[in-house]
């Protein structure tokens, strides 16, 4: 097993190699429904274009990491007397920065291929992209123990370090999608989406508690563990002589044919709606990624429980020449303890589903306000933001926002976005996290950017003004 977090780690960054994008959408675009990539975070928005094309490899090229902790300035700081040349880490502050649990989420996502046209009322459209979800869970606790353990004494006061780990999984999508104009205030929408997995490597429990003896038992240490995690994909699994696991392998150019594997399969559903509540107030409302995918070929169960307990070493061993390897005898020890064993069994894994609910209002033609307000989910918890923007489109050819987002327990996010039109071809970039070009105040960094064709465009004549950019030329 003492290769199998060294393995995970290559795995992730292979999938993020072979998937190359990334997914999360920016959240500054839900109000920007001038770019067609808006409809991924509400399906129900319809264009004045009777077709849309996204050029496929460059319409959506997206990167965006979190780390909800703390920033670098907030874990180094100048030293001060006899440190005042040196950065010193400030363990006090990094604490009260910390949640119970914090996380570092990275998204993925290539987009092969993307278009719509209209019907009548109805708007219809397609997607196939492949997309790495992922998270890395830690507690405020594990900053506790990096300071000692001597403030967890006694066997009714352990230390525990509970839900830190991996979750990680790529799968392809297939998105069908439609929208229908009820009447001219209401407008509803929904995306069907079949999910193919590729690879998987997910906790089900990582619960550590460490108990530190009384003096009367010379501070003894006692480790308990309960540790499972699943995994799924083309993964090769080791074992040593007494049939415990050694080794993981993952087959990455097997990871890249197993793009279109119909082995694991999932189901996920969009759902959105848009509703003209006055000629200047549009409400909104979208569910996204409402899904699974079970995993139920190529499926692996680690698992280890056990208690570990170390009371010391004798000193005068250290001065005998013949137990120089006292140190490499307790790596030994260690290592063994930590032995995984193994079985076969599926496993389901939910998406990160977010919920949007948010408004507009008209200040004038071309200009209006918006408020949206983002509940999402990740390692079974809510999580909440709140995204305020200001919307326009001055010209024909041009569109732009900016906002400032109040989410991942960041309230410092500046985000700017435009959308370019030349004839029938669109350029668009934006991002939420402007601030974050100042990396050493950054919690999240991200931009997205892409190119769409748009065909048999024109302006159309509703009894209440849409507070968005139309498109047409």
């Not at 989910?377 to 569109?399: C, D, E, M, T």
């Not at 500046?414 to 029938?424: D, H, K, N, P, Y």
């Amino acid at each position: 097993m003492k290769y199998i977090l060294r393995n995970i780690t290559i795995t992730i960054i292979a999938i993020v190699i072979s998937a190359q994008l990334l997914y999360s959408q920016q959240n500054i675009l839900y109000f920007m429904n001038g770019i067609q990539q808006s409809h991924e975070l509400n399906p129900a928005y319809q264009y004045d274009c009777q077709v849309f094309v996204g050029i496929p490899g460059i319409n959506n090229i997206n990167f965006n990491v979190t780390n909800t902790g703390f920033t670098y300035n907030e874990i180094l700081r100048p030293g001060t007397g006899l440190q005042k040349d040196s950065l010193i880490i400030d363990w006090d502050n990094v604490k009260g920065k910390l949640g119970k649990n914090n996380y570092i989420v990275p998204d993925f996502n290539i987009n092969i291929l993307s278009f719509g046209f209209r019907v009548k009322k109805n708007y219809f459209t397609f997607g196939l992209s492949n997309k790495t979800r992922a998270y890395f869970s830690y507690p405020k606790d594990l900053v506790t123990l990096i300071e000692g353990n001597g403030s967890h004494i006694g066997a009714s006061n352990p230390l525990k370090m509970n839900g830190m780990g991996v979750h990680a999984i790529n799968y392809t999508e297939l998105a069908f999608g439609m929208s229908r104009q009820i009447d001219s205030r209401l407008t509803v929408g929904g995306k069907m989406k079949i999910l193919l997995g590729t690879f998987a490597v997910t906790k089900q429990k990582t619960d550590f508690e460490l108990y530190t003896g009384e003096a009367r038992d010379n501070y003894k240490l006692t480790l308990k563990t309960d540790i499972e995690v699943n995994a799924a994909g083309p993964i090769t699994v080791k074992r040593n002589a007494n049939g415990k696991v050694d080794n993981v392998e993952i087959d990455e150019d097997d990871l890249k044919d197993n793009l279109f594997s119909t082995k694991n399969k999932g189901l996920a559903f969009d759902l959105g709606a848009t509703y003209q509540l006055t000629d200047k107030i549009k409400l909104y409302a979208s569910v996204i990624d409402l899904g699974y995918i079970n995993w139920k070929k190529d499926t692996y169960n680690f698992y280890q429980k056990g208690e570990f307990v170390f009371e010391g070493i004798d000193v005068d061993l250290l001065d005998d020449d013949s137990n120089n390897d006292v140190g490499e005898q307790m790596k030994d020890s260690i290592e063994n303890y930590f032995e995984f064993d193994d079985n076969k069994g599926n496993f389901k894994t939910w998406l990160s589903t977010n919920i949007y609910i948010g408004g507009t209002y008209e200040l004038t033609k071309g200009i209006n306000l918006g408020l949206l307000s983002k509940t999402y989910f990740y390692n079974r918890k809510l999580h909440q933001g709140v995204i305020l923007s200001a919307n326009f489109a001055p010209v024909k050819w041009f569109n732009g926002s900016i906002s400032y987002s109040m989410i991942n327990r960041s309230y410092s996010n500046i985000g700017l976005g435009m959308g370019v039109r030349l004839g029938s071809l669109q350029f668009y970039m934006l991002s939420d996290y402007i601030t974050s070009m100042k990396v050493k105040t950054a919690k999240a960094v991200g931009i997205q950017f892409g190119f769409n064709m748009y065909f048999g465009c024109k302006k159309r004549v509703k009894q209440f003004r849409s507070t968005t950019p139309e498109c047409y030329f």
